[in-house]
């Protein structure tokens, strides 16, 4: 009690100018989130926080910023940091040259493989770090039950990590036909988080059962694709997260939704952010860009991704550039660019004109966590024959550029009492291999939208419980392409015939590398050439293909127990029948 009193008084005194300032930054364009005003004004920081925003402070230390304007650190709510394919740390160094100082994270990816131990791996792999990441605690593992999951985590299980400081609430509830139908374990859960964040994940929910699931006290979505969503959603309280990740983007349609009188209800996000994008594009900073070339008022676009997002987490000293809030800062060259020249986080600078500094060495990815062999069953080509006995097939389509999948039921070419793929028609055979519990489950299914002339892609990325996810042409390939990522202890294959083409190793849950960005984003590139190269048609074909096992977003996926019909909430059979 004693030293923080004592550290109180010194930054008062520094306020006040009656001792100097650590540093002052002279000279800067301030962007205030508060009233919407920019002008030109002296930022002292004491202590690492910020203690005075005028003129005619003194510090130790000062640096003209010439006129460059200041922000706050940007924030992002919500982001799954394994979707990265980096560790914490390194997906902190990645962030911090674009202006990020701070996330929050639902770790239910690793969780879904690991359980309590995932988790705990990450938050100390996070610690200790000029960069803040907060978690929340997983809602929905396994996220459903119709997959197999790596770990289970209850409302016991859940209070043990009520209590870590970097725990801020519930983490998204993607099971919400469990809300509205009472399930008795998904509501002890929402109890036990009720003093704290409830976040929300309810895709095209409107009517008795939106006011029903909000009812609850769920109070955000990022799930929201369009305009007329986004306003029922926001008009029952809620705060409404805007989604530019790399399959899922969503500004462009919701950003017209913001006006000045409902700016406070939005907040931007990433979720799911691949490697590359964070390397050629940014982070939040490129939404930020986005939505002021799009029409929005600069300050109210920057305020959705520093004190939105704060006030709603309770981070209350983060978020703005004023006295008592943390020295979390951004410089840029201008507003127009948004070209991100320095960040400061607790008051020391961590970038320099664009480029890292001042940041602790990552560990090896050998001392993260020991590699091995993914649990799967013993696997031959023959397993992934799907039996024919007629009728149409219901096929997954894939939908560029978003989560959701379409339904479609087509005439299947046979031979010999086998499906067969049909390249020109671009049918192409999707399995998902169990690989926790060696159980032998191999979901057989249908997809149309990759592409594929010749070969098979596979990956240990399926959301959400990343089983091992497969789409081919032959069913050697597709074995040989599931063989491949069993070996590495999870990651990323392509071949052809015999032939690896590609691959990149996941060697951290089967999830996350522990290689730094530069490195991983080599490795992505020569495996998507790869896949390419056998025709692939999509931009991001591991991430379409990850979300393909994902039973929780419509409108048809496919888990190692069989079809999903999302809609339904069901297995369904894969052929309708004559």
């Known amino acids: 009690m004693y030293s923080k009193v004592k550290a109180f008084k010194m930054r008062i005194a520094a306020a006040r100018g009656e001792i100097p300032a650590d540093l002052v930054l002279k000279k800067g364009r301030v962007v205030n989130v508060f009233t919407g005003e920019i002008s030109e004004k002296d930022v002292a920081i004491y202590d690492g926080v910020i203690v005075g925003v005028g003129s005619g402070y003194q510090g130790k230390e000062e640096r003209d910023i010439g006129g460059k304007c200041i922000i706050p650190g940007l924030i992002d709510g919500h982001i799954h ?13 990645a962030l911090l040259v674009h202006g990020t100082t701070a996330i929050i994270s639902d770790p239910h990816e690793i969780a879904n493989v690991m359980g309590l131990e995932g988790i705990r791996f990450m938050l100390r792999e996070s610690q ?3 960069f803040d990441i907060f978690f ?30 970097r725990i801020l609430g519930l983490a998204e509830m993607m099971n919400f036909p469990g809300v509205l139908s009472g399930d008795q374990e998904i509501l002890e ?3 036990l988080f009720s003093d704290m964040v409830l976040d929300g994940h309810c895709p095209s929910l409107s009517g008795y059962d939106l006011q029903a699931y909000v009812t609850a006290g769920i109070r955000s979505d990022h799930e929201t694709t369009v305009l007329s969503e986004g306003l029922e959603k926001i008009e029952t309280g809620m705060m409404l997260m805007i989604r530019e990740g790399t399959s899922a983007k969503n500004l462009d349609e919701l950003v017209p939704l913001v006006n000045r009188g409902n700016a406070r209800r939005f907040c931007f996000v990433s979720d799911d952010l691949h490697p590359e994008d964070i390397q050629q594009r940014g982070h939040l900073n490129y939404m930020v860009k986005k939505a002021i070339q799009s029409g929005l008022d600069p300050v109210t676009a920057i305020q959705l991704a520093t004190l939105n997002p704060a006030e709603y987490f309770g981070l209350k000293d983060r978020g703005a550039v004023a006295p008592g809030f943390r020295a979390d800062l951004a410089v840029l060259n201008d507003l127009e660019s948004f070209e991100v020249n320095s960040v400061y986080k607790d008051g020391r600078m961590v970038v320099d004109k664009g480029s890292l500094i001042n940041f602790p060495n990552s560990q090896d990815s050998a001392t993260l966590m020991e590699p091995e062999p993914l649990n799967i069953s013993s696997l031959s080509p023959e397993g992934f024959r799907i039996p024919y006995s007629g009728g149409k097939a219901k096929v997954i389509e894939v939908v560029p550029g978003q989560l959701i999948t379409h339904m479609r039921v087509e005439e299947i070419r046979s031979h010999r009492g086998y499906v067969v793929t049909d390249t020109e028609s671009d049918v192409l055979k999707l399995c998902v291999v169990e690989r926790h519990r060696a159980t032998g489950h191999i979901g057989l299914g249908l997809v149309t939208g990759f592409g594929l002339k010749r070969g098979a892609m596979a ?10 996810i497969v789409v081919g042409v032959t069913d050697v390939e597709i074995f040989r ?19 690896t083409l590609a691959k990149v190793p996941l060697e951290i849950a089967g999830l996350m590398s522990g290689e730094p960005l530069e490195t991983l984003v080599r490795q992505l590139r020569e495996i998507k050439k790869a896949a390419a190269g056998l025709g692939c048609a999509l931009e991001e074909p591991f991430m379409a293909l990850s979300f393909l096992a994902l039973p929780v977003i419509p409108e048809l996926k496919l888990t190692d127990m069989g079809l999903v019909d999302v809609n339904k909430f069901e297995i369904v059979p894969l052929f309708s029948g004559n």
Do not use: F, Q, W
């Open 128 to 130: 200790d770090i000029p």
């Open 136 to 165: 929340m605690a997983p809602s929905c593992v396994p996220a459903t039950h119709l997959e197999t999951s790596g770990a289970y985590l209850g409302p016991s299980d859940l209070l043990k990590l009520k209590d870590e400081p």
């Open 459 to 468: 990956t240990s990325v399926a959301h959400d419980s990343h089983n091992v």
């Open 189 to 191: 859960k929402i109890d």
């Open 481 to 499: 392409a599931v063989e491949e990522v069993r070996i590495m202890g999870g990651g990323l294959s392509v071949v052809e015939g015999n032939e």
């Open 81 to 93: 940091i394994e979707s990265s394919m980096l560790v914490p740390s390194r997906l902190a160094a």
